[in-house]
Nanobody, 129 residues
């Protein structure tokens, strides 16, 4: 059974950093596309970042301007999202998601993560002074 459990969310001041963690079980991490998407109240879901399982290519939401970094530890079965210089537009529930079929990168963007069939419960990120 595929399971993903996020942690690491919280309240941070603008300009601060958080590292989200996704602990996975029930599947082999390198056999799955893996990524993060977010959803803020009243807004559409956004693919934030993802890792392609076949070539390891990484895709990011263009508007992040290199503030976020996705990584994975295959041995520890963990996926991370390091978020730096957090801004007022970043607050949302962040979800870790995985899929063995859909490709995560579409035209250079992590749009495919929105179609992934497995996801966690999400972790809330709040940015406020």
């Amino acid at each position: 059974q595929v399971q993903l459990v996020e942690s690491g969310g919280g309240l941070v001041q603008p300009g601060g950093s958080l590292r989200l963690t996704c602990s996975i079980s029930g599947f082999i991490l390198e056999d799955y596309e893996i990524g993060w998407f977010r959803q803020a109240p009243g807004k559409e879901r956004e693919g934030v970042a993802c890792i392609d399982r076949t070539d390891g290519d990484i895709y990011y939401l263009a508007s992040l301007n290199d503030r976020f970094t996705i990584s994975r530890d295959i041995g520890e079965k963990m996926v991370y999202l390091q978020m730096n210089n957090l801004k007022p537009e970043d607050p949302a529930v962040y979800y870790c998601a995985a899929d063995s079929v859909f490709r995560c990168g579409v035209r250079g963007l992590p749009v495919g993560v929105l179609s992934f069939t497995s996801r966690g419960q999400g972790t809330q990120v709040t940015v406020s002074s």
